[in-house]
């Protein structure tokens, strides 16, 4: 069935539902995620995609493509590349496919898919391309082993992740530190990893991939910047706030000690505060 | 005696003693650390000193010039701008004149001084340069506030600083990590701020800068990248090797713990680790 891949697979978006779980997202699946993913692709779609563009004619698998905040940037940025967008929420992928058509793109097609267990024969692709999405698979070396298995020989992938890790600010304060390490820690619980950038080149090399490229992107807010501290706010700080409950059930923090590392994140984007944010963005060939 | 400056200030380089007594640079004065400066200087040369470039007949102070790592990237970067390097450690001064003059440049001239009380009138440079000195200075604005004192109206300073809290590895391991915040609490303990380069934004604003940008210079070193490990060994792990003495003396490590953190640190040049450091590079303007 998927001969004719890619040109008839949008005839029938849904017809494979696979029968796995959802690996465990942890920041939700609210409507207010859902704009703090277009937020966080749009204010960060300069700095995450240059330098990805795909030639014409190419064919582009992009594994995890949630709501389609990536997708539609990847859509517009290589207009005559032909994209397979795939996700393992049914959701997630409904959602994509109205904003890509909305936008008018027609050059993605949308698939259900478990990124660990792909339905599409070896060597499909010219390229792969995954974002935010890595963290949250308990073993990333299945998944490359996957990803990489359905891209051509020759062909590339493109792995851009965050590391939380990497989040300095000021004022710094422990409250604030914990917030954010709560969020580490239920991750990690769920069987991610929320400062998995670092670990991007090792991970492609075990993988065996070849030419890997690592390009660390760091942005820096401060009210000097326009707009910068609203990003921090509506795309870092929510994340962080999208956990509230979980860490408190969880034990990880009291209310009141989880209200202050929020209002102490907030501080860090008034006037005087910093907060600076690597994103690494991964490259590298499969062997001929 | 400074009317003829900038002219005639080098036929009296040591004229002037200040009489207190230096602060504590905690990474000590032996030729081994006077190595690491030069190679410090000379491996990031680029990264940090791109975009500084001084006009011709511009008279530029370098406050804090050591060893004269940075200096040596000055004087070549701007040949036809006058340099006045300042530094309080006779011994610093000295090294940073062989230097210089070993390599043939004739437009610095050195001078010893205390930049929390410079011996210059007021408005007498049309720049100043700063790098890795405030780390330094128990009060970095009382700094700042001489600084600002002896720039021309609408003159620039440009400082440029570390912040051992931007340090992303892999392996990261708890012990690489207790020997950086050994260095980080060792350095707070001798009035300095290992932690500052995240701080650059406000003390310019504080001091009463304005037009201030904050560039964020970042370093990513692998096996993939030549030179990149040896870099990370030679300035960063060698400066925290540095301090192993008063580590263990101080009682912040016991020397097993320490010599394991220092084996993770080497680890991390080694196959498959990475190491990531941002310096933060800060410019403003006095008001006119």
Redesign the interface.
């Known amino acids: 069935m998927y001969n004719d891949y890619p040109h008839h697979i949008s005839d029938q978006p849904e017809a494979k539902i696979m029968s796995e779980s959802p690996h465990s997202y942890i920041h939700g699946w609210s409507d207010r995620e859902s704009i703090r993913l277009h937020d966080q692709a749009s204010g960060l779609g300069f700095l995450l995609h240059e330098g990805t563009r795909y030639l014409p004619g190419s064919t582009v698998l992009e594994a995890g493509c949630g709501v389609g905040a990536q997708t539609i940037l990847l859509a517009g940025n290589s207009p005559h590349a032909q994209f397979v967008s795939v996700d393992i929420s049914p959701d997630s992928l409904a959602k994509a496919q109205d904003r890509v058509s909305g936008a008018g793109y027609t050059n993605v097609t949308f698939r259900q898919a478990d990124i660990c267990s792909l339905p599409f024969p070896a060597e499909t692709f010219d390229h792969v391309f995954v974002c935010f999405t890595l963290e949250h698979i308990p073993d990333p070396l299945v998944a490359l082993d996957t990803l990489r298995k359905v891209l051509r020989p020759g062909g590339t992938i493109t792995v851009i992740e965050g590391?939380h890790?990497?989040a300095?600010?000021?004022p710094?304060t422990p409250a604030a530190h914990h917030v954010i390490n709560c969020l580490v820690t239920l991750q990690r619980q769920a069987g991610g990893n929320a400062?998995i950038?670092?670990?991007l080149?090792?991970l492609l090399?075990?993988s065996g991939f070849i030419d890997?490229?690592?390009s660390?992107r760091?942005t820096?807010a401060?009210q000097?910047i326009p707009r910068s501290s609203e990003a921090v706010k509506k795309i870092f700080i929510a994340m962080i706030e999208g956990v509230r409950e979980q860490a408190i059930e969880g034990g990880l923090a009291d209310p009141d000690a989880w209200d202050r590392g929020i209002r102490d994140l907030y501080r860090t984007t008034e006037q005087?505060?910093?907060f600076?944010y690597?994103f690494f963005k991964a490259t590298g060939r499969k062997t001929v």
């Open positions: 590391d890790g990497s300095i600010f000021y710094g400062l950038g670092r670990e080149e090792h090399a075990d890997i490229h690592i660390p760091q820096y401060s000097n005087n505060g910093m600076c690597t």
